[in-house]
Nanobody, 125 residues
């Protein structure tokens, strides 16, 4: 069982920045992939950042150039730096991990194994 706890969400004005954190109960090095997804107010889901071991990071066009995923292996923490935020980025953000190596690349959302309870982000003036 892997536990993930997100933090760092909140209210921010358009054009502002936030950095989300995700504390992971096991070593991040154990996982094939880590990432972030978001759930919009209408419950639509979108994978917004992924980091796959030995390959690199991936982002959808909606956030490319604005969002950056990173890890701190020493503290088993996953980050999502979000810049130039827009009202359409308003959502609940979740971190997630895929344990087993291999499978489809890029890893689709349904192949991840564990995720946290989320942290809400509201972009509004």
């Amino acid at each position: 069982q892997v536990r993930l706890v997100e933090s760092g969400g909140g209210l921010v004005q358009p054009g502002g920045s936030l950095r989300l954190s995700c504390s992971v109960s096991l070593s991040i090095r154990n996982f094939y992939a880590v990432g972030w997804f978001r759930r919009f107010p209408g419950n639509q889901l979108e994978l917004v950042a992924a980091l796959t071991t030995g390959i690199g990071s991936e982002y959808p066009d909606s956030v490319k150039g604005r969002f950056t995923i990173s890890t701190d292996n020493a503290s088993n923490t996953l980050y999502l730096q979000m810049n130039n935020l827009k009202p359409e980025d308003t959502a609940v953000y979740y971190c997630l991990v895929k344990v087993d190596y291999g499978g489809t690349y890029p890893v689709p959302l349904h192949e991840y194994d564990y995720w946290g309870r989320g942290t809400p982000v509201t972009v509004s003036s």
